[in-house]
């Protein structure tokens, strides 16, 4: 839960991250805040979300961060905007419920510490752990692909390419890469790279939000979501990912070919509801070519989307950098 918050000695608004009581929060997302607020208190990037302070109070973990006032990048490119009448504009209510940190009570207990010696609380042991066991896709069948997607209409074609749009697009395209080079150039991947997880202010900075499942250069494997364990947000998630694998920043230009192959297509390259199946097509299915979709997409756009959604990594662009050189020419 996020609430928006004042900081009752400076004044100052934040957006508080909110983890319930310790009896029904999971130790291990617990940890995963602590994470985050260490990670992302070590970076300083305009496109990158910033952290004030994280901590414990009265059995709740919390995160204070950066208030950004505007609409993720789903809304932020929507072809609504641009019909007659309309402005780019943000909605002050983007978080879920509204709060306030103000009020007595007994001090903060402050920091990451703090919050996983609260993680270590719920551990206690009595009470044997279960073991998480995600869901199992069915293997692959043979000769299944993805469904091919229908061209779009006349009239959403002129929507989605509309100048002011893709003027729009590339805008945040840039410093979503931008900050993309930054974090991945410090060993970081996000792993959880969505429309919902990138905010546009009023002032059409973009910031990438969420570095809850980060992982970090020194860790072989993620302890925090354990060896094995599919992490992530399937629709985005790169094959790598899908399947429990080791994962570079090549995984989030995956992400992001997803992300941008939907704001061409007005439609995700795959479409499948079923766990199951959606976790085939991610493996084994091959998107429909944007040109066929969209005939009238930017064909610098689509291509950069197409190659960013390889199978292999090794076929995709090798930094987000060689994006942004894409994007120069």
């Known amino acids: 839960m996020v609430y928006r918050a004042r900081h009752r000695r400076d004044g100052r608004q934040a957006a508080l991250k909110l983890l319930g009581p310790a009896p029904v929060v999971d130790p291990r997302a617990a940890r995963r805040l602590a994470r ?22 009265e059995g709740y973990s919390y995160l204070a961060m950066e208030l950004v006032e505007g ?11 641009d019909e007659p009448h309309r402005a780019v504009a943000t909605d002050p209510s983007v978080f879920s419920q509204s709060g306030s940190a103000s009020g007595s009570g007994p001090p903060f207990d402050v920091g990451a510490a703090a919050i996983r ?25 043979a000769g299944a692909v993805a469904a091919p997607l229908a061209p779009l209409s ?39 790279l969505k429309p919902s997880n990138i905010m546009v202010d009023d002032r059409r900075q973009a910031r990438i939000m969420d570095f809850g499942l980060v992982k970090h250069p020194e860790e072989a494997m993620e302890p925090l979501t354990g060896a094995g364990r599919v992490v992530g947000t399937y629709r985005y998630m790169s094959p790598e990912q899908a399947q429990g694998l080791l994962v570079d920043g090549r995984s989030d230009l995956y992400s992001l070919g997803v992300i ?16 199951s199946a959606l976790w085939h097509e991610i493996l084994h299915g091959e998107p429909t070519p944007l040109a066929r979709v969209n005939p009238g997409v930017e064909p610098r756009l689509a291509a950069i989307a197409e190659r960013c959604l390889a199978k292999d990594p090794a076929a995709r662009f090798a930094s987000a950098r060689e994006i942004l050189a894409v994007l120069a020419r």
Do not use: K
Request: aromatic content about 8%.
């Open 117 to 141: 010696s609260l993680a270590s609380m719920m551990e206690e042991p009595e009470t044997a752990p279960s073991e998480f066991h995600p869901p199992v896709p069915a293997p692959p069948r």
């Open 260 to 275: 941008l192959y939907e704001l061409l297509a007005s439609s995700p390259p795959f479409t499948s509801q079923d766990p």
């Open 154 to 192: 006349a009239e959403l074609q002129a929507a989605l390419n509309n100048p002011r749009r893709l003027d729009r697009l590339v805008g945040a395209l840039r410093q979503v890469l931008e900050a993309l080079d930054y974090v991945h150039r410090r060993g970081l991947v996000h792993r959880d």
């Open 71 to 81: 609409l993720d990048l789903r809304a932020y490119l929507s072809p609504a905007i």
């Open 36 to 57: 985050e607020f260490e990670v992302l208190e070590a970076l300083d990037h305009p496109n990158v979300v910033r952290v004030f302070e994280a901590g414990v109070y």
